[in-house]
């Protein structure tokens, strides 16, 4: 292995250094990678340059890419977008300011991304931070008597990044995109269970009463955002930051809307979640 690995903190995350993601990258040093993004849930490589066909051919190492859903950054590189507040940049945007909630990626859909890159372009003077909590130590530190009550349970995720974790039917738009997952999933390469769901987009336990959901969600949501549980990444130009959605949820910090901040995303598709 020629690259070198340091622990981000006690919750979860590696730095990883001494490696140049803009070459191609030969089968075993992919193969040392994939483990330790998956042994360490997310992974940080700092001071990369990198265009948009590098970090689409670092992510093609771990998957098949997503494409972007409307119009692409450019026409030759259909899988990425940009994350940002500019404006007037030619180039397709999406979740341009302000602060968001912990989520996981696409759960509001049958299969949910494996796992996404975004690399800082341009960073805010203060704020705009992502945060990243561990959502298998949020499930192993859960009491047995949760962990009984939440065994085979499935939960309704509904695309709202209004965040309102306590939609009913009747105020559910049946056309916006949603989905209904496991509260527990089993990752499909480490086999460790980890939660899924978020604050964000987890409205209701299925065949529980509102009530019952509820309460019962906000114990999962607290042990998912347990300050324990949580590392929070410091953005610095040339970071290419990479989570694994199967087992970390993230949330941005508030900056200021004047503050300029851009994040070029890449997402890898996944497969549908399994408890």
Same mark, same amino acid.
């Given at each position: ?8 903190? &006690? ?7 001494? =490696? ?26 700092? !001071? ?12 093609? @190492? ?34 341009? &300011? ?40 949020? @499930? ?22 209004? !965040? ?6 009747? $105020? ?9 997952? +496991?509260?527990? #999933? $089993?990752?499909?390469? $480490? !086999? ?11 409205? #209701?336990?299925?065949?529980?009463? +509102? ?13 998912? /955002?347990?300050?324990?549980? =949580?590392? /929070? ?20 910090? @508030? ?12 997402? =890898?598709?996944?497969?549908? +979640?399994?408890?």
């Amino acid at each position: 292995m020629d690259f070198q690995v340091t622990k981000l903190s &006690d919750a979860l995350g590696a730095a990883i250094t001494g =490696i140049d993601l803009s070459r191609e990258l030969d089968a075993a040093t992919i193969a040392a990678l994939r483990k330790t993004w998956c042994d360490n849930v997310i992974v940080v490589f700092p !001071g990369q340059k990198l265009s948009e066909a590098d970090q689409e051919r670092f992510c093609r @190492y771990f998957g098949e890419l997503q494409p972007v859903r409307s119009a692409a950054l450019d026409a030759n590189h259909p899988h990425t977008l940009l994350i940002t507040n500019v404006k007037n940049t030619g180039m397709e945007t999406a979740l341009e &300011d302000g602060e968001m909630q912990f989520h996981y990626d696409q759960c509001y859909y049958e299969r949910p991304c494996d796992g996404s890159t975004l690399y800082a372009m341009e960073v805010p003077k203060s704020g705009g931070d992502t945060q990243f909590a561990n959502c298998y130590t949020a @499930y192993e530190k859960l009491s047995d008597d949760i962990k009984a009550r939440i065994e085979g349970a499935m939960a309704l995720n509904y695309y709202d990044y209004g !965040g309102n974790p306590t939609l009913r039917p009747d $105020t559910i738009k049946p056309d916006a995109p949603q989905w209904v997952h +496991p509260v527990v #999933r $089993t990752h499909n390469e $480490t !086999g460790r269970k980890a939660l899924f769901v978020n604050r964000l987009m987890t409205i #209701r336990i299925e065949g529980m009463d +509102p009530a019952e959901s509820d309460e019962l969600l906000e114990i999962l949501f607290a042990a998912v /955002e347990a300050p324990e549980n =949580i590392y /929070e990444h410091h953005w610095k130009l040339d970071d290419l930051m990479m989570w694994d959605n199967r087992s970390s949820v993230h949330a941005r910090t @508030y900056f200021e809307p004047d503050d300029r901040r851009m994040m070029r995303r890449v997402t =890898i598709k996944g497969g549908e +979640p399994v408890a």
